[in-house]
């Protein structure tokens, strides 16, 4: 299984990104496609999380309303649009998935890291 995390670069405060994570050996009908990111010197924190049956949604507080998780089944990738990005949203986003239909810290599988920089 691999997980190929893009997308990632440079934003000005306010503005949007969208982050990708193609799966290869892993489809998109079952289990779940979950965003992590972190920061140097920082634990990793959870963002958001698909499921990816019935695209059951979930978010941290501190990205819920700007943060969208969505998956396209066809393409085998999952999205992460950020909107409204802050300086705080700065950190390395890894894209990560389960065949188990839970979120959690845990999973399965992971993506390399695509850094993103919130900076005007």
């Known amino acids: 299984v691999q997980l190929q995390a893009s997308g990632g670069g440079l934003v000005q405060p306010g503005g949007s990104l969208r982050l990708s994570c193609a799966a290869f050996g892993f489809t998109l009908d079952h289990g779940i496609i979950a965003w992590f990111r972190q920061v140097p010197g920082k634990e990793r924190e959870w963002v958001s999380c698909?499921?990816?049956?019935?695209?059951?949604?979930k978010y941290a507080e501190s990205v819920k309303g700007r943060f969208t998780v969505s998956r396209d089944k066809a393409k085998n990738t999952a999205y992460l649009q950020m909107s409204r990005v802050r300086p705080e949203d700065t950190a390395v986003y890894y894209c990560?998935?389960?065949?188990?239909?839970?979120?959690?810290?845990?999973?399965?599988?992971w993506g390399q890291g695509t850094q993103v920089t919130v900076s005007s």
């Open positions: 698909i499921s990816n049956g019935d695209g059951d949604e």
């Open positions: 990560a998935a389960d065949s188990l239909n839970f979120c959690g810290d845990e999973n399965e599988f």
